[in-house]
Nanobody
């Protein structure tokens, strides 16, 4: 079992930045690939970014490439999502997840672990 708690969400103006954090507890954090997803009102949850357990493999949705950066600190059991040049369409609840492997990080799988989410609101 892995427990995930997101933080760092909030209200920001368009063009601004936020850094989300996801703190993991439970089983060895360093063995999981980690991902960020988001869900806007009335829309399905979608993949945002993913990182392998060593941090050497990265994946981004086209909509956030060049603006968002995912990273992890295994000794701190934390994964981050640095979000720059935010747009109103980035408004969503952002979820952190732990996946069994990097090739599973972009999709939703039965044995993923999920956090409760943190709200990000970007005003125009």
């Amino acid at each position: 079992q892995v427990q995930l708690v997101e933080s760092g969400g909030g209200l920001v103006q368009a063009g601004g930045s936020l850094r989300l954090s996801c703190l993991a507890s439970g089983r060895a954090f360093g063995t999981y690939a980690m991902g960020w997803f988001r869900q806007a009102p009335g829309k399905e949850r979608e993949f945002v970014a993913g990182i392998s357990w060593r941090g050497t493999l990265l994946s981004y949705a086209d909509s956030v490439k060049g603006r968002f950066t995912i990273s992890r600190d295994n000794p701190k059991s934390t994964v981050y999502l640095q979000m720059n040049s935010l747009k109103p369409e980035d408004t969503a609840v952002y979820y952190c997840k732990a996946a069994q492997s990097f090739d599973l990080v972009t999709a939703e799988n039965e044995d993923d672990y999920w956090g409760q989410g943190t709200q990000v609101t970007v005003s125009s």
